[in-house]
């Protein structure tokens, strides 16, 4: 199955119609933003990009998407023709994924024709909005647990298949591990796991269940020990599987009361090196209440696969620009109420004081010249159809997970509270 | 690609361990349930079944799978060559797809050894927790509506096989058509699309661009009006159409307004049967408060692929029952503070007076006798590892839509108001 059909039916009568008009061959660029960020976010971080030149490299469609499009009267023969042909040849330019966003921060431009530039709005809007959303709330969540390890274990709580793209996503905003393991296949993500409740009331009694675990995983693994009553199974836990025991996983309860009285009986029992990972329907905001509480180490689910209260990201994907039937360049723009946006090819650049950035400053128009204090934002992704090799797979994850903590790293401090507020740098239009 | 490892690494780190203690081919029940609907909800739909049924299936690890686990040391060699084999070849019974649902409604019943069970975890959560939380969200915006047709256009706004999944679950909950094209294929949903800003600013006039898409698509189409002022696009949209002109869209501004001055304005220029559709960031409260303007159709994006607010339908799957040593079976069920639930093997049925739904009644352990005045709402998916075909493919997809349809129907008032409250009738347990 291509991923042709992951499309809106407007994006391919769109074509018939500009196809009747002659102008699906006009050059455009289309542009990818949000125009705002989640109410009081103060920044957000753009994810899928790796995701979407490996779909965009691969959208065909194929023998069987033709014959459902025909079978249906979807578009004219003539279009079905040129769809049968069809993969994109344009340019795609865009922030690094991992890049730190904006409102209105143009993450993606797409230069080509009208008709091989639009047939990827949807796909592209489902990734962008998805993943940057993930990554968005997971980059507080990383924030909120201040150097203290967090893996994402939120699959159940997502489509079956957005469970991998929230893996990777959450990998790039700086989680450390994914419960998934397709995602550890598909895009690097070191994966891990610890037990749940069935294992335990598999078996006939608690210590049972934790002595097959350890026989089985090691006395390095992870033992839940909330099944009945937390005490008794540390007591068991630390008895079964030694000192050594490597973690023990809370699910359930009153986490900070908790967690202290189970780090002082692990440590009475002589266990000082046995982690608390903790795992109960965290949060950015549980997260950060736990910062006094000995917790080792965080599992977070839904609130991270499903953007922490902000499933998408509202970006969406406008043309800005378009060649007129002189073929000179003319900017254009939408004017309805409350969704103006500005047209135009744009060129941003994160201007930046003694290393802090300060604002997001997009020239509309020409480029500016070369400076110091602004760090251009845009980059090549896909030149002539062709991603750029550095943003694919387990490597580009890699890659856009480091460049992410760079990105950061360059934020005021304001951009880390968790309280509402405004983004955390202006966005600044300048007409060259 | 399979779909075996769309799946926490836990599941199979436990089938190691259980297979470890002897105690992976223990026969199970497993039940999936949702302690709780979105806060103030008063019932749920359940949707995603007959994809699960479709996944389930198909689980299967293939080569390539078991390589990326031999390579990782996810498992021993034993628990791979068990994995080798799989397939289930357990039962399945639950309720109906597109059937209502309420706090700790047993949907999904799975019958199996602990080892094939407990594998299937991730994967039913994750269909079941998405697709049902889309149709619950839908149903509610579909009761809004009032009998007037809603189209799901939020494919950009959710991952992008999800988007599959929500448009086919907001067809099971009432809407009529979706613009996902795939979702026409995969799953007989209608597909429908109007046409984007992006087509118009395409043109050298709004005027053009109507035309175009006129000419291609025929005077029955839906204009776009608001790419720069309404009233004159209204005027330009219903002279190059003429009267037949199908419909207009709006997708931006204060929509009673807006809705009613067009609705005049078309009237006056005599185009009285064209209708009128909205499209400007619905949910179930827009939509309500539309109910007096003269909207001929809605079509809602974000909020219905995100479940207006509730994007995971809070699902869980848990072990209930188990047979013990001795060959008996025994009721199974975690203990922690705030996350207890009920053991054993549950009967739920629908209690009904005079054609209204009174309680959800489940009866744990024995079965009860037939009443005419309970409707069962287990019914068999799978035995023996074969779902059973009518809730397969487009097929199964229209028979959950009727029976939604039907289960709706029984519900009492209070069920369709669109403010916070208690659940529609109360869930009730009968030990026999």
């Not at 933003?33 to 469609?61: C, K, Q």
């Amino acid at each position: 199955m291509t991923s042709a059909l992951l499309t809106d039916r407007y994006e391919l009568t769109m074509i018939d119609a500009a196809m009747r008009s002659g102008l699906h061959d006009r050059e455009c660029v289309f542009e990818v933003f949000a125009r705002r960020l989640p109410e009081g976010r103060r920044y957000g971080i753009v994810a899928g990009t790796g995701r979407l030149l490996d779909l965009i490299r691969d959208f065909r469609f194929d023998d069987g998407d033709l014959d459902w499009l025909r079978d249906h009267a979807v578009v004219t023969p003539t279009t079905l023709d040129w769809l049968a042909d069809y993969r994109f040849t344009g340019s795609i330019s865009g922030y690094r994924e991992g890049e730190v966003y904006f409102p209105n921060s143009p993450i993606l431009v797409v230069d080509g024709t009208f008709a091989e530039a639009v047939i990827l709005e949807t796909l592209a809007l489902s990734v962008l909005n998805y993943d940057s959303a993930i990554a968005s709330a997971a980059a507080r969540m990383v924030s909120a647990a201040d150097g203290r390890p967090i893996a994402e274990m939120g699959s159940r709580r997502t489509g079956e298949r957005s469970a991998v793209a929230a893996a990777r996503a959450a990998f790039v905003a700086g989680f450390g591990a994914t419960s998934n393991l397709e995602a550890g296949r598909q895009w690097g993500v070191p994966t891990m796991g610890t037990a749940a409740h069935a294992f335990t009331l598999l078996h006939d009694s608690e210590e049972e269940a934790f002595r097959s675990q350890v026989e089985a995983l090691g006395s390095g693994t992870t033992l839940l020990v909330d099944t009945f009553d937390v005490p008794k199974a540390v007591e068991t836990a630390v008895r079964v599987a030694g000192t050594g025991l490597g973690a023990v996983r809370i699910d359930s309860g009153d986490l900070p009361a908790q967690v202290a009285a189970v780090r002082r009986q692990l440590d009475s029992l002589g266990a000082v090196n046995t982690k608390i990972t903790v795992t109960n329907d965290l949060d950015e905001y549980t997260i950060a209440a736990l910062r006094a509480a000995p917790v080792d180490s965080y599992g977070v689910g839904t609130s991270v696969v499903t953007g922490s209260g902000h499933p998408a990201a509202s970006m969406v994907y406008k043309l800005v620009s378009r060649r007129d039937a002189a073929g000179e360049w003319v900017a254009v723009a939408k004017k309805s109420a409350a969704k103006a946006s500005v047209g135009g090819r744009k060129h941003p650049v994160r201007t930046i004081e003694d290393g802090v950035a300060v604002a997001e400053t997009i020239y509309v128009g020409e480029p500016p010249a070369p400076n110091a204090d602004e760090r251009p934002l845009l980059v090549p992704l896909m030149v002539d159809g062709e991603p750029v090799a550095d943003y694919l797979g387990a490597h580009g994850t890699g890659v856009a997970r480091t460049h992410r903590a760079a990105a950061i790293a360059e934020l005021p401090d304001q951009a880390f509270r968790l309280a509402r507020g405004e983004p955390a740098i202006p966005t600044v239009y300048v007409t060259n």
